[in-house]
């Protein structure tokens, strides 16, 4: 397909996970910024909430009960019809096998109607060029903080499509540890805002969590350790009070996330920093992060809050950045797949 020369509408669709998200976004001719026309985000958190996580098959029926109305909503939002819809983008992966299944199905066989290409996206990917759908958006190249539920990675971000992974974790995400700090807490699911919340009324230094390779030299990121250590202090008698033991969690993660982008900087030398993800909603990280910026002369952008948590704009806005780029999209047919494992490095 070649560099788009006028504006096309993308129908973005999101279903990796627990939330469905549908999106309208219009292309600017020739190159041109576009324009976020409508999304909309049915979350499934009151469904899970009574088993204590995300139960996939509930996650795929739910996916398939609210993908028309959805898609309705939003093309009414837009004031656009269906057969407006230049392409269809849709979450390829990763995420779970059945969450995608009903989302990439729905979009190839809606791609099959209308006679328009459909193309697979990278989850990691909508997260992080999601700040560029900001009034202040950062340009190519920058390091990214990737810090949604299952993920924790800094990458270099050349331009779309160019992604070198500078550091992970080595086996809990942040997200992970948030939720399952909060489980031993007794906060209910999904427990990493409530942790946060509850942190704000704690007291600092009231008891003591280890940072996790803070000092490693590396960009690589721990956090298994952390619930651990959280454990161990729930059992001991003295134990410290909840408020004041999810403030040390909460600073302890957000030290550690802090030092690697810093680091990360220091080491890529460049000076633009993009945190993406829902865990980069959370306020203390952003205040850390924004003093960090403040003390050694870097910019740090983020997704508007809405937009943090997965959705179908940021499908719709990276599947519009490829199509702008001249990105080549297969004819659609018959056959598809998705991709629940899958290497964002490995994009291009």
Same mark, same amino acid.
Request: with cysteine; net charge neutral.
């Given at each position: ?27 600017? %001719? ?103 759908l900001s009034a202040r958006a950062p340009r190519f190249p920058f390091v990214a903080l990737l810090v949604s539920g299952g993920h924790t990675q800094l990458m270099r971000v050349e331009q779309v499509g160019r992604y070198e992974l500078l550091g992970e974790t080595q086996d809990d995400a942040a997200g992970e540890a948030f939720d399952k700090t909060a489980q031993l807490l ?100 952003? %205040? ?61």
């Amino acid at each position: 397909m070649p560099i788009l020369d006028a504006p096309m509408l993308v129908l973005g669709i999101e279903t990796s996970c627990d939330e469905t998200g549908l999106a309208l976004y219009e292309t600017g %001719a020739a190159g041109l910024p576009g324009t976020l026309l409508a999304h909309a985000v049915h979350s499934q958190i009151a469904m899970h909430e009574a088993y204590g996580g995300v139960v996939p098959e509930l996650a795929s029926r739910d996916h398939i009960r609210r993908l028309v109305p959805l898609s309705r909503q939003v093309l009414e939002r837009a004031g656009r019809r269906i057969a407006d819809v230049g392409a269809i983008a849709y979450t390829e992966g990763p995420g779970l096998a059945g969450a995608l299944l009903a989302g990439a199905a729905f979009a190839r066989s809606l791609a099959q109607a209308l006679g328009v290409p459909a193309i697979g996206i990278h989850h990691l990917e909508g997260h992080l060029l999601s700040p560029l759908l900001s009034a202040r958006a950062p340009r190519f190249p920058f390091v990214a903080l990737l810090v949604s539920g299952g993920h924790t990675q800094l990458m270099r971000v050349e331009q779309v499509g160019r992604y070198e992974l500078l550091g992970e974790t080595q086996d809990d995400a942040a997200g992970e540890a948030f939720d399952k700090t909060a489980q031993l807490l007794g906060l209910g699911y999904p427990g990493g805002p409530a942790l946060s919340a509850l942190a704000e009324s704690g007291k600092p230094k009231r008891c003591r969590l280890p940072r996790p390779m803070i000092a490693s030299g590396d960009l690589e990121f721990s956090f298994s350790g952390l619930k651990t250590a959280v454990l161990t202090l729930l059992k001991k008698e003295t134990r410290p009070e909840k408020k004041d033991l999810a403030r040390e969690f909460v600073d302890a993660v957000v030290e550690v996330l802090v030092a690697k982008c810093a680091l990360a900087m220091q080491k890529t030398g460049l000076t633009q920093l993009v945190v993406a993800g829902g865990v980069g909603a959370n306020k203390q990280l952003r %205040a850390a992060l924004n003093a960090k910026a403040a003390e050694s002369g870097f910019a740090v952008f983020y997704p508007e809050p809405e937009l943090c948590t997965d959705n179908g704009a940021m499908i719709a806005f990276a599947a519009a950045l490829r199509l702008q780029a001249g990105a080549t999209v297969p004819a659609s047919d018959h056959a598809f797949s998705v991709r629940p494992r899958w290497d964002l490095a490995s994009l291009s």
